[in-house]
């Protein structure tokens, strides 16, 4: 037998530098966050913002890992990324030394924050199409009327993504032209080369033109590949493109400087030479002792640093007496970094980046100093990885001068004219901060002076040496196989300009950054490289998650009407994968269902029915954008996501999603954490509707945010069915046209709401997408719900199963905040709809729940949710079955505002006395005010002052047939909110004890129970 590896799997380890070496995920080391700790597989899509060009985000990116540990999301010193944007079908950016900073409420809980690229730039492009538009090579303006959302179809169409084993494989069209293309990575005598081999089918009738990167501002030159000197025509088969400077400039003279870095105003220095039970003296000055948490002890520039991860810090002690606002200072260190992080901070220990707090970071391999929400300061230079180099920044309180320095230089230099005195509370820390986390890499020597250090005692450090130093790092770009195909540079942008072809074409781009004098080893690649086919890798690879998890379901006890199932979900698994459920759905089998994790996962369990035994978890996708819907139709998986609805293909049926396919991407995304994708469902005619979210205190910038969206049963249209949602968490499609869907207390909206929603309707959030006036009134929701008795509502349903006892027909509604169900209970009065609500008798779910669906089968309610964001109920995830016993049920089922009282109908017989007893009843009602602020306080229906209506109970009635009550009050008029407290017992002595949250917009006729 050969020792040959397959064509396929070689194919692969050319195209993506990278194979698994085998190691257990076990063996993985873990940082105890889950969301750094968790195997995400090769590749990850949300929003990500690279740090130049100014505003460069991939609204819809696909963060595709060309090398180093792909189990983990840590940051990797061997790591390579691309991320390519599928709205514009181009790579925004690609860089080495980390993956990305997980920022994000889905990761790490954070508000108002998204993914930015951690490592060092070696390309970007401009934020405009990836290709040029067809017919032309010239055409690279943006069509669309708003800079989100995807190209126009005609111009290009994103169609998905296949997975082969790690390797990734890009899908969409430009005009007619079908393109295929992945990312690599390729190690050429030791120097890391980007890829990207791309095949098209045809070049269409005036060629086409590709954008590759961006200059930066810096010098473009485009070079002969066999002499290296300048050319003019730009031939691509002969040529090839370098960005920077050819040459180093003359050695300058430099001016005296002291043998030894200063003393004088030296406030503290940290040595770490000596470090005694995690601390260490300030051998500089008096006090300022430092705490080591999380370091460890590594070489320095001079005897011992200590090396950080972005969970290591250094607190030093009395540090708030440092001020960092008022007075001038200079903070120096050595740094030896991996990827970004935290070098000082001056600000709270935890929690949201507050105005005034103060830190110096690495990000984007460039130094920053940045004061909350009045200024950053950044260095022109880079940061070599992996090299000790001296940082330093000064502030001159007088002038409000900042000025950033890397090895003795001035990089940065800027007024921050709105400084003030640091915050009362704020601590000073080294190697970690609320705002960019902790610094990946090692610390030396940090100095902290009281005064403006000159700019030759800043070049003094380092033993003397001079630090005026020049960076010769250049990036040079290639194409392989492009027959035809010339360079452009205009404008700072470097394209790829293809000749018209009517044949299929094969060529890969290289791309590389690095030390100039290592350019000649760049050309040596064009030997090296081949373009080639990329259609094997779309048929289906080998299994990434052959190993299946088996968990044993618990069955509740038989007690009440109701009881609740556990369906184990596969929280220990290999992949450290969390199982937060944002949507979920059963095959047609009934004894599978696929589950949508928010985390980007999808998987299978196996053994759902009428007893729940062995359960086996499949992991089948992963890396997508924060699914939080699904829905299985015709046997196939569509998981709504934010930036798209994907169907997910079995290729070669190993019970793995091989293909990505792109259903509708329609979504317009931005890079604000709150505009969830949520609850996918169907009408009776095919056509799909999810709900959006819109943004959190902000105003919305397209038209999606706070919609319901209605996206036709074939992709390929989508319309905004209503509007004027802020969080709504669930939807539910009636068979007349009509919605429910839940509503999230907060700005605009001064209470939860369960909406009956009808198209064209406007549901209270103002900050949904109006350019140009805003509404003054709003649709009224079926009920109001107070946050002391549902702190946040999600998904309604019907109950549509004859096994589930007499609540069949009726409403229900999820609960995220408070893990509860609850029975809605509905009327409409004078053609207008109003409701109320009660918990159902069952115990609270350890997680908030959020959808639902009943059983095919065994009729039963299924349900399951997550815990991510503000709630209760904080286990990370849960899927339950909440199962009927045929036991008697003991709850309201209808509820009836009239003039003269209310009328309450029960599921089963009452004790007649307490019945009757008007002590067993206690009434209030109240408003809301609808204004800007975060939600409402309670204030009167009668004078509309703050507080609460107690209402008298002057009669208390039980209907003939034992269930009914009528409650005779006085003073009943038309509120947001009544709540009516019972506290009853059933003919048979059990006690009934709940209340019920009653939203009356108009009162029925006069009721009585008298005969």
């Not at 020792?3 to 194979?19: E, Q, R, S």
């Not at 030394?97 to 954070?110: A, K």
């Not at 032309?136 to 296949?162: I, N, Q």
Request: glycine share 12%; proline share 4%.
């Amino acid at each position: 037998m050969k020792n040959t590896l397959p064509v396929v799997w070689m194919l692969g380890l050319m195209l993506f530098g990278l194979v698994s070496d085998g190691v257990p995920a076990d063996d993985v080391k873990r940082t105890g966050r889950a969301w750094l700790d968790m195997d995400y597989g090769g590749y990850l899509m949300s929003t990500v913002e690279s740090p130049q060009p100014k505003g460069n985000f991939a609204y819809k990116g696909i963060s595709i890992r060309l090398a180093g540990d792909t189990r983990t999301a840590t940051t990797d010193g061997n790591a390579a990324t691309v991320v390519f944007d599928k709205d514009l079908l181009r790579y925004s950016a690609g860089w080495t030394g980390g993956l990305l900073q997980m920022r994000s409420i889905v990761w790490d809980g954070s508000h108002q924050t998204h993914p930015k690229l951690d490592g060092d730039l070696v390309f970007v492009t401009r934020k405009t199409p990836g290709w040029s538009k067809p017919g032309g090579v010239t055409g690279f303006h943006d069509p669309r009327e708003l800079p989100y959302g995807p190209l126009p179809r005609e111009w290009a169409k994103w169609k998905g993504l296949y997975v082969h084993g790690k390797q990734v494989v890009l899908s969409y069209s430009v005009g007619k032209s079908q393109v295929l293309e992945s990312p690599g990575l390729r190690d050429q005598a030791g120097q890391r080369i980007f890829t990207r081999t791309i095949n098209v089918d045809r070049i269409g009738k005036g060629g086409s033109s590709i954008s590759v990167a961006e200059s930066l501002g810096e010098t473009t030159h485009i070079l002969s590949r066999k002499t290296m000197d300048k050319v003019e025509d730009g031939v691509a088969d002969t040529s090839f493109v370098v960005i920077g400077k050819l040459k180093s400039p003359p050695k300058t003279k430099v001016e005296t400087k002291p043998a030894k870095p200063t003393t004088k105003g030296l406030v503290a220095r940290w040595s770490f030479d000596d470090i005694k039970v995690g601390s260490v003296k300030n051998v500089g000055g008096k006090g300022y002792a430092a705490r080591i948490h999380g370091g460890k002890v590594t070489k320095g520039i001079k005897g011992n640093g200590i090396k950080l991860g972005y969970s290591g810090r250094i607190d030093v002690e009395g540090g708030e007496k440092l001020e960092l606002g008022n007075k001038s200072f200079t903070i120096t260190a050595w740094i030896k970094k991996r990827g970004r992080g935290t070098i000082f901070s001056k600000a709270k220990a935890a929690g949201e980046w507050a105005r005034q707090g103060k830190t110096m970071y690495v990000e984007g391999g460039k130094l920053h100093y940045d004061v909350g929400w009045v200024g950053l300061v950044s260095s022109k230079g880079r940061l070599a990885p992996g090299k000790w180099q001296h940082v330093g920044m000064s502030y001159d309180a007088k002038s409000k001068t900042c000025r950033l320095y890397i090895n003795g230089r001035v990089e940065a230099e800027k007024r921050l004219t709105r400084i003030k005195a640091d915050n009362a509370g704020d601590i000073f820390r080294l190697g970690a901060g609320p705002y960019k986390g902790g610094f990946n890499g090692a610390l030396d020597e940090v100095r902290v002076y009281d005064r403006v250090l000159t700019k030759a005692e800043m070049a003094a450090f380092g033993d003397g040496k001079s630090a005026a130093t020049t960076t010769d790092a250049i990036t040079a770009i290639g194409v392989v196989g492009a027959n035809g195909a010339k360079w452009v540079t205009k404008d700072g942008a470097i394209r790829l300009q293809l000749k018209a072809n009517d044949l299929a074409a094969k060529f890969i781009i290289i791309t590389w950054r690095g030390d100039r004098k290592h350019l000649k080893v760049f050309t040596q690649a064009f030997d090296k490289v081949k373009p080639v086919d990329l259609k094997p890798l779309t048929k289906g690879g080998p299994a990434r998650w052959s190993k299946k998890v088996v968990t044993e379901g618990k069955m509740g006890s038989v007690r009440s009407a109701y009881t609740v199932d556990v369906i184990t979900t596969p929280a220990k698994n290999p992949w450290r994968a969390r199982v937060r459920i944002g949507g979920f759905d059963f095959f047609k089998d009934g004894k599978r269902a696929a589950i949508a994790c928010w985390d980007g996962d999808v998987w299978v369990v196996s053994g759902l029915g009428n007893k729940l035994g062995k359960l086996t978890w499949q992991r089948i996708a992963s890396g997508m954008f924060q699914p939080l819907g699904l829905k299985i139709v015709d046997e196939k998986i569509y998981v709504l996501c934010r930036d798209e609805i994907t169907i997910l293909h079995d290729l070669n049926g190993d019970g793995e999603a091989d293909f990505y396919e792109n259903f509708n991407d329609d979504a317009t995304v931005t890079e604000h954490f709150h505009e969830f994708a949520m609850a996918l469902q169907q009408d009776k005619d095919g056509h799909f509707y999810y709900a959006k979210g819109g943004r959190h205190a902000l105003d919305a910038v397209v038209p999606q945010h706070g919609t319901i969206i209605k996206v036709w049963k074939d992709g390929s249209k989508s319309q905004i069915i209503a509007k004027g949602f802020r969080a709504p968490n669930g939807l539910h499609v009636n068979d007349d046209g009509t919605f429910i869907t839940s509503d999230q207390q907060g700005h605009w909206t001064p209470a939860n709401r369960i909406n009956w929603v009808k198209p064209g309707g406007f549901y209270g959030y103002v900050w949904s997408y109006f350019p140009n006036k805003k509404p003054t009134t709003y649709d009224k929701p079926l009920v109001w719900l107070h946050p002391n008795f549902d702190r946040s509502p999600a998904e309604q349903l019907f109950v549509d199963s004859k096994k589930w006892g007499p609540l069949g027909g009726k409403l229900l509604s999820m609960s995220y905040g408070t893990g509860y169900l609850y029975h809605v209970m509905h009327e409409k009065v004078n053609g207008e709809r109003q409701g109320a609500a009660v918990r159902m008798p069952i115990k609270m779910f350890p997680t908030g729940v959020s959808r639902g669906r009943f059983h095919p089968g065994d009729g039963q309610l299924y349900v399951a949710g997550l815990f991510g964001w503000a709630g209760n109920r904080t286990t990370p995830g849960g899927f339950y079955r909440v199962r009927y016993t045929g036991k008697p049920l003991h709850l309201p089922m209808s509820f009836s505002a009239s003039k003269n009282g209310i009328l309450i109908q029960f599921s089963g017989k009452l004790d007649a006395e307490l019945a009757a007893d008007i002590d067993s009843f206690d009434v209030e009602m109240w408003n809301y005010q609808w204004k800007q602020r975060y939600g409402s306080g309670d204030y009167r229906v009668t004078d509309g002052k703050r507080g609460r209506d107690k209402l008298k109970v002057k009669r208390a009635q039980l209907g003939r047939d034992g269930k009914s009550v009528f409650l005779t009050i006085e003073g009943m008029k038309p509120c947001m909110t009544m709540r009516v407290r019972y506290d009853l017992e059933s003919v048979d002595g059990e006690e009934i004890r709940d209340e019920i949250h009653a939203t009356i917009h108009a009162l029925g006729k006069d009721t009585s129970l008298d005969e």
